[in-house]
T-cell receptor, first 116, second 113 residues
């Protein structure tokens, strides 16, 4: 079964510092991986996705993620944190049921705090 | 192009009652998926609807049911509400069941007392 594990439920960085949010996946087949962001009292917004093309994926708001098969990882990074990046971030993998459609399986989330 | 909308925004119900949540998919999207997000957790897949038929279901009891209408909008119905049903319910639409990108609505916050 395909699943993702997010390491660290809370991450705190200083404004301007590197953001690194960790995600490891478990999949018996090449996975399709996603990062979503959720601001307080809002739905989920897609940051970026990996669908077996380039291993380094660039997303919105300056975020990027690198797919590393050898490490089964898909960590999210941003070179310089901004106060507006404070939110909850979810890693997700597509699960395709036989005869069915695509369903997202999410990690438990990482709350990012950005401090002055 | 309008995004995914959900109604109501917030809802308070009593244990044992029934509730209906509504979702309008993004323009042109024919597939709707519903997720439950408990406090402090990631969203959990409830079920997906495509062409008015259920197209896959997560680990939720039968008292969670849904509908999709010809205009692709959808409803989530929950009967015999339990306290643990308190959560944010998210609707996501996509173009086809095998689309990689799902677009989420803002959610409905359900509180069961």
């Amino acid at each position: 079964a395909q699943s993702v594990t997010q390491l660290g439920s809370h991450v705190s960085v200083s404004e301007g510092a590197l953001v690194l949010l960790r995600c490891n996946y478990s999949s018996s087949v090449p996975p399709y991986l996603f990062w979503y962001v959720q601001y307080p009292n809002q739905g989920l917004q897609l940051l970026l996705k990996y669908t077996s093309a380039a291993t380094l994926v660039k997303g919105i708001n300056g975020f990027e993620a690198e797919f590393k098969k050898s490490e089964t990882s898909f960590h999210l990074t941003k070179p310089s944190a901004h106060m507006s990046d404070a939110a909850e971030y979810f890693c997700a993998v597509i699960r395709r049921d036989p005869g069915g459609g695509n369903k997202l399986t999410f990690g438990t989330g990482t709350q990012l705090k950005v401090e002055l | 192009e309008t995004g995914v909308t959900q109604s109501p925004t917030h809802l308070i119900k009593t244990r044992g009652q029934q509730v209906t949540l509504r979702c309008s998919s993004q323009s042109g999207h024919n597939t709707v998926s519903w997720y439950q997000q408990a406090l402090g957790q990631g969203p959990q897949f409830i079920f997906q609807y495509y062409r008015e038929e259920e197209n896959g279901r997560g680990n939720f009891p039968p008292r969670f049911s849904g509908l999709q209408f010809p205009n692709y909008s959808s409803e989530l119905n929950v009967n015999a509400l339990e306290l643990d049903d308190s959560a944010l319910y998210l609707c996501a639409s996509s173009l086809g069941t095998r689309a990689y990108e799902q677009y989420f609505g803002p959610g409905t916050r359900l509180t069961v007392t």
